[in-house]
């Protein structure tokens, strides 16, 4: 074995210094580089941001705000089951229309008609009046591109006909159905009270269901159609003057328009968070007198974040991105963490005052920059990483929003380490020159009056002042606040209990609140508060949800359906699917059953495939709409499907457990079968967004522990950040619950968000704390506490402040982006200044790292810096 290493060799290769060192020291490189000519570092990032700025030209190209393409899985089953139906079965709309057999939710005009008062729909003022708005709606054309069941227009209600003779309603089972679609009143009256039979006594509303053409060419027609309807059709409304009903209305292009209409809704808030962060930056920077006033450095701080997003939106532009709704929200969080560097990079210069020559600007840049510039590079990575791992995901809104805030970090790091230090430095030559801050005239110090002293020197004395403070005199008063009053408290013994019994019910809540998440967006949600669809979907839940989708089951594949087993093997999957908790047995559609009657009666045979073949033409004789259902070629039949009609899927949790359990028994089937409906394009994020977001999660947790590893040279600190992590990602799943917000693609993208933020509270406070020279473990924390403890603060409040105006949004997209950060924000700032700090106490007590003797021998000094210990040898070269 060798030699004992020296302290200076174990500190010149120990843990990750070969990475930290090289770091810092190039920092200081760039910044005696930016303090030298700081003006090409003002002037490019401005230039820069202009040039990819202009990408911003692409904007209306790129503006995508399909919600089934955004908000629904990239590659979903029912995606590809869509395709298949409409290969297999493909539609006649001017012809053969049928609702039920839609691959699509077609195109179509929607009204529901309420009763006023407690009144029935099938009284007869509410009768006529529901004429009267049948009639509205075709005197706008819509019989020119209606779409058709032989030479009529398909009926918006089944019950028009009956309506329209004016005499008295024949009795009405309810819901009907069983040997038609037309005849099914499930979905076409509501608030429906029966007889002892099931007759229906009275209803308390009828829904109207327009159907558009939207083959041969007319699909272009019929939008123009639906445009004109909803620009035309409110006014109409007023004008037929109804008492006797109140009417709410939606088209298959109403969600689609107003959720692209949500984007702009917000810019009016974004001048708003700009003046809210200014205002709050200055009040931060904000000195008495007029030549120490930082006002200039903070107003260029929030420009700095400002050409961050204008340089990586532009870029992203050129790229070809998409710019969907969810990257709106990404400007306010941007601001606030741009601002939040700011305040560090602030900080450490003021701090450099007592650590370096205050009229060598370049040696103050340097020391600044070695101080702020690792740290900011650490949490930038961190959520960078976040964010380029949160693009691994099926949802193409999440991969968007991911693509442009990350982008936009790296921008907003760039912009901050050249022109914001450049404009440090020429801050600083001002100061130095005694110059004003806003006329950046040099302020003459003498014998002026009272008012001229206050305006320009901050008090009525003539004495001048002090360029810079140094040493203690500058120090905060909020730091002093958490050195003597706050640290103290806090690692007092009965609130330290206090402390652990406050996480216990943190973690208890929100565990609980994890059981009880809700998955899945609720298309309403795409909409904003006030608009007309939310109406219409609040009646169409409250009278219209006890029957759900009607669904398609669908036999993939040809068979020998003339065999008998083949059919019973058909028949036995179909009663499966019917046992389903979900479906009313009683009112499926199955043409194979109805022809097996048949063949039972003895008016045909199907015992060979000739046979079997031949005499489909019976079957569509007595029932047309059946042919529609059997693809029939030359080999026989490629494919064929049946109906199941649900019931009571009313919730999120509905949807999702009916999409697995009919696909989960289509399996079991002997018979290759596949299950399908339009809604299941949506339902398919429920298979996902759990995997995804867990997956997420886990991976850009495991990547802040590398880099955690890798920057911080401390194993404990790594442990304690990662702590952290999962703690603070479990209180925001968690409350999520409490606040009405369900796991998404859009509180999917907090959850990534969350990952970074929870590194940036929780590694400074711990690092400060394992790394303090401090003897007891309560000093440790107080001494972290007043290093950091008012950077974490100033740092959340700026963040919070850059998404705040969004809780005024009408929407809920924007609403949810604000309420997921507040839990970030407030969860990862009580990390960082109460949990954390009082858990160390307990468990992060290292002892000292060098005996006092050998400390004596080497001559060896320490200190700290911004929480970081360093030695100091002989030769004044410092180690950390």
């Given at each position: 074995?060798?030699?004992?290493?020296?302290?200076?060799?174990?500190?010149?290769?120990?843990?990750?210094?070969?990475v930290?060192r090289p770091?810092?020291?190039?920092?200081?490189?760039?910044g005696?580089?930016?303090?030298?000519?700081?003006?090409?570092?003002?002037?490019?990032?401005?230039?820069?941001?202009?040039?990819?700025?202009?990408?911003?030209?692409?904007?209306?190209?790129?503006?995508?705000?399909?919600?089934?393409?955004?908000?629904?899985p990239?590659?979903?089953?029912?995606?590809?089951?869509?395709?298949f139906?409409?290969?297999?079965?493909p539609?006649?709309d001017?012809?053969?229309f049928?609702?039920?057999?839609?691959?699509?939710?077609?195109?179509?005009?929607a009204?529901?008609?309420?009763?006023?008062?407690d009144?029935?729909v099938l009284?007869?003022?509410?009768?006529?009046?529901?004429?009267?708005?049948?009639?509205?709606?075709?005197?706008?054309?819509?019989?020119?591109?209606?779409?058709r069941s032989?030479?009529?227009?398909?009926?918006?209600?089944?019950l028009l006909?009956?309506?329209?003779?004016?005499?008295?309603l024949?009795?009405?089972?309810?819901p009907?159905?069983?040997?038609?679609?037309?005849?099914?009143?499930g979905?076409?009256l509501?608030?429906?009270?029966?007889?002892?039979?099931?007759?229906?006594e009275?209803a308390?509303?009828?829904?109207?269901m327009?159907?558009?053409?939207?083959?041969?060419?007319?699909?272009?027609?019929?939008r123009?159609?639906?445009?004109?309807?909803l620009?035309?059709?409110?006014?109409k409304?007023?004008e037929l003057?109804?008492?006797?009903?109140?009417?709410?209305?939606?088209?298959?292009?109403?969600?689609?328009?107003?959720?692209?209409?949500?984007?702009?809704?917000?810019?009016?808030?974004?001048?708003?968070?700009?003046?809210?962060?200014?205002?709050?930056?200055?009040?931060?920077c904000?000195?008495?007198?007029?030549?120490?006033?930082?006002?200039?450095?903070?107003?260029?701080?929030?420009?700095?974040?400002?050409?961050?997003?204008?340089?990586s939106?532009g870029?992203?532009?050129?790229?070809g991105v998409?710019?969907?709704?969810?990257?709106?929200?990404?400007?306010?969080?941007?601001?606030g963490?741009?601002?939040?560097?700011?305040f560090?990079?602030?900080?450490s210069?003021?701090?450099s005052?007592?650590?370096?020559?205050?009229?060598?600007?370049?040696?103050?840049?340097?020391?600044?920059?070695?101080?702020?510039?690792l740290?900011?590079?650490i949490?930038?990575?961190?959520?960078?990483?976040?964010?380029?791992?949160?693009?691994?995901?099926?949802?193409?809104?999440?991969?968007s929003?991911?693509?442009?805030?990350?982008?936009?970090?790296?921008?907003c790091?760039?912009?901050?380490?050249?022109?914001?230090?450049a404009?440090?430095?020429?801050?600083?030559?001002?100061?130095?020159?005694?110059?004003?801050?806003?006329?950046?005239v040099?302020?003459k110090?003498g014998?002026?009056s009272c008012?001229?002293?206050?305006c320009?020197?901050g008090?009525?004395?003539?004495?001048?002042?002090?360029?810079?403070?140094?040493?203690?005199e500058s120090?905060?008063?909020?730091?002093?606040?958490?050195?003597?009053?706050?640290?103290?408290?806090?690692?007092g013994?009965?609130i330290k209990?206090l402390?652990?019994?406050?996480?216990?019910?943190?973690?208890?809540?929100?565990?609980?609140g994890?059981?009880?998440m809700k998955?899945?967006i609720?298309?309403r949600?795409?909409?904003?508060?006030?608009?007309?669809?939310?109406a219409?979907?609040?009646?169409?839940?409250?009278y219209?949800?006890?029957?759900?989708?009607r669904?398609?089951?669908?036999?993939t594949?040809s068979?020998?359906y003339?065999?008998?087993?083949?059919?019973?093997n058909i028949?036995?999957?179909?009663q499966?699917?019917?046992?389903?908790n979900?479906?009313d047995?009683?009112?499926?559609?199955?043409?194979?059953?109805?022809y097996?009657e048949?063949?039972?009666?003895?008016?045909i045979?199907?015992?060979?495939?000739?046979?079997f073949?031949?005499?489909?033409?019976?079957?569509?004789?007595?029932f047309?709409?059946?042919?529609?259902?059997?693809?029939?070629?030359?080999e026989?039949?490629a494919?064929?499907?049946f109906?199941?009609?649900?019931?009571?899927?009313?919730?999120?949790v509905?949807?999702k457990?009916?999409?697995n359990?009919?696909?989960?028994?289509?399996?079991?089937?002997?018979v290759?079968?596949?299950?399908y409906?339009?809604a299941?394009?949506y339902?398919?994020?429920?298979?996902v967004?759990?995997?995804?977001?867990?997956?997420?999660?886990?991976?850009?947790?495991?990547?802040?522990?590398?880099?955690?590893?890798?920057?911080?040279p401390?194993?404990?600190?790594?442990?304690?950040?990662?702590?952290?992590?999962a703690?603070?990602?479990?209180?925001?799943a968690?409350?999520?619950?409490?606040?009405?917000?369900?796991?998404?693609?859009?509180?999917?993208i907090?959850?990534?968000?969350?990952?970074g933020?929870?590194?940036?509270f929780?590694?400074?406070?711990?690092?400060?704390?394992v790394?303090?020279?401090?003897?007891?473990?309560?000093?440790?924390?107080?001494?972290?506490?007043h290093?950091?403890?008012?950077?974490?603060?100033?740092?959340?409040?700026?963040?919070?402040?850059?998404?705040?105006?969004?809780?005024a949004?009408?929407?809920?997209?924007?609403?949810?982006?604000?309420?997921?950060?507040?839990?970030?924000?407030?969860f990862?700032?009580l990390?960082g200044?109460?949990f954390i700090?009082?858990?160390?106490?307990?468990?992060?007590?290292?002892g000292?790292?060098?005996?006092?003797?050998?400390?004596?021998?080497?001559?060896?000094?320490?200190?700290?810096?911004?929480?970081?210990?360093?030695?100091?040898?002989?030769?004044?070269k410092?180690c950390?």
């Amino acid at each position: 074995m060798g030699q004992p290493r020296s302290p200076r060799e174990r500190c010149s290769c120990s843990n990750t210094n070969c990475v930290e060192r090289p770091l810092t020291r190039l920092f200081e490189a760039l910044g005696r580089v930016v303090a030298a000519c700081p003006w090409p570092f003002v002037l490019l990032p401005p230039l820069l941001s202009a040039g990819l700025g202009a990408g911003f030209v692409f904007l209306p190209d790129l503006e995508t705000n399909d919600i089934e393409g955004q908000f629904t899985p990239t590659g979903g089953p029912a995606k590809a089951e869509r395709d298949f139906v409409q290969r297999y079965f493909p539609t006649n709309d001017s012809e053969r229309f049928s609702a039920e057999r839609l691959p699509t939710e077609g195109a179509y005009a929607a009204l529901i008609a309420v009763a006023a008062g407690d009144a029935s729909v099938l009284d007869r003022p509410a009768r006529d009046e529901v004429l009267l708005l049948d009639g509205a709606v075709r005197a706008l054309g819509y019989e020119r591109l209606c779409a058709r069941s032989g030479d009529a227009c398909a009926s918006a209600n089944p019950l028009l006909p009956l309506l329209a003779n004016g005499s008295a309603l024949p009795e009405l089972p309810f819901p009907g159905g069983g040997g038609g679609g037309d005849a099914f009143l499930g979905t076409a009256l509501g608030g429906v009270q029966t007889d002892g039979s099931g007759r229906v006594e009275r209803a308390r509303a009828m829904k109207l269901m327009y159907y558009l053409r939207e083959d041969g060419g007319a699909a272009g027609e019929s939008r123009a159609w639906l445009e004109t309807f909803l620009r035309v059709f409110p006014a109409k409304l007023q004008e037929l003057n109804l008492t006797a009903v109140e009417v709410t209305y939606f088209t298959s292009l109403s969600r689609q328009e107003e959720f692209e209409g949500n984007t702009k809704s917000v810019i009016p808030l974004f001048s708003i968070t700009y003046f809210l962060t200014i205002t709050f930056s200055v009040v931060s920077c904000l000195r008495l007198s007029c030549v120490r006033n930082n006002i200039w450095l903070a107003c260029c701080g929030v420009l700095s974040s400002g050409l961050a997003v204008l340089s990586s939106f532009g870029l992203m532009m050129y790229c070809g991105v998409p710019f969907v709704a969810t990257v709106a929200n990404a400007p306010f969080l941007i601001l606030g963490v741009g601002v939040d560097d700011m305040f560090i990079l602030i900080s450490s210069w003021e701090q450099s005052s007592s650590k370096a020559d205050k009229s060598d600007t370049k040696s103050r840049l340097a020391e600044t920059y070695r101080e702020a510039a690792l740290s900011v590079t650490i949490t930038t990575l961190t959520d960078v990483l976040a964010f380029f791992i949160g693009t691994w995901t099926s949802f193409p809104s999440v991969r968007s929003f991911c693509l442009y805030t990350g982008t936009a970090f790296v921008f907003c790091y760039v912009y901050v380490i050249t022109f914001f230090g450049a404009v440090i430095v020429l801050n600083h030559k001002r100061v130095n020159g005694n110059r004003h801050w806003l006329t950046c005239v040099q302020v003459k110090v003498g014998k002026k009056s009272c008012l001229y002293n206050a305006c320009c020197l901050g008090s009525c004395s003539s004495e001048p002042p002090e360029p810079e403070t140094s040493g203690t005199e500058s120090e905060h008063p909020m730091s002093i606040f958490f050195k003597k009053y706050y640290g103290p408290f806090l690692t007092g013994k009965w609130i330290k209990l206090l402390v652990v019994l406050l996480y216990g019910a943190y973690l208890g809540g929100s565990v609980y609140g994890c059981t009880q998440m809700k998955e899945g967006i609720d298309l309403r949600n795409l909409a904003s508060d006030d608009s007309y669809v939310i109406a219409y979907y609040d009646d169409d839940d409250k009278y219209f949800s006890e029957y759900g989708p009607r669904v398609m089951v669908v036999v993939t594949d040809s068979v020998n359906y003339w065999d008998e087993s083949v059919r019973n093997n058909i028949e036995a999957c179909l009663q499966d699917l019917e046992s389903i908790n979900y479906v009313d047995r009683n009112l499926s559609l199955s043409w194979l059953r109805v022809y097996t009657e048949i063949a039972g009666s003895g008016l045909i045979n199907i015992s060979t495939k000739d046979l079997f073949i031949n005499n489909l033409a019976v079957l569509f004789r007595f029932f047309p709409s059946f042919e529609w259902d059997i693809n029939e070629t030359a080999e026989g039949i490629a494919a064929s499907r049946f109906f199941i009609q649900t019931v009571n899927v009313t919730s999120a949790v509905d949807e999702k457990n009916l999409l697995n359990q009919l696909r989960d028994r289509a399996k079991q089937c002997v018979v290759p079968l596949m299950v399908y409906h339009p809604a299941f394009i949506y339902y398919d994020q429920y298979l996902v967004i759990v995997q995804n977001t867990i997956q997420n999660v886990v991976i850009a947790a495991g990547a802040m522990l590398v880099v955690s590893l890798v920057l911080i040279p401390s194993p404990l600190c790594c442990l304690w950040v990662t702590f952290a992590i999962a703690s603070v990602i479990v209180g925001v799943a968690g409350f999520m619950t409490f606040w009405d917000i369900s796991l998404d693609s859009i509180s999917m993208i907090n959850l990534v968000i969350c990952i970074g933020f929870s590194v940036d509270f929780s590694a400074h406070i711990s690092y400060a704390f394992v790394t303090s020279g401090e003897s007891s473990a309560n000093e440790k924390a107080i001494g972290a506490l007043h290093q950091l403890g008012y950077p974490v603060l100033q740092g959340a409040v700026s963040t919070v402040l850059g998404v705040v105006v969004l809780a005024a949004a009408k929407t809920y997209i924007f609403r949810t982006f604000f309420k997921i950060m507040f839990l970030v924000i407030l969860f990862g700032a009580l990390h960082g200044l109460v949990f954390i700090p009082v858990f160390l106490t307990f468990f992060g007590y290292l002892g000292k790292s060098l005996p006092i003797t050998e400390t004596k021998t080497l001559d060896l000094k320490f200190f700290s810096k911004s929480g970081i210990q360093y030695v100091r040898f002989r030769d004044n070269k410092d180690c950390p």
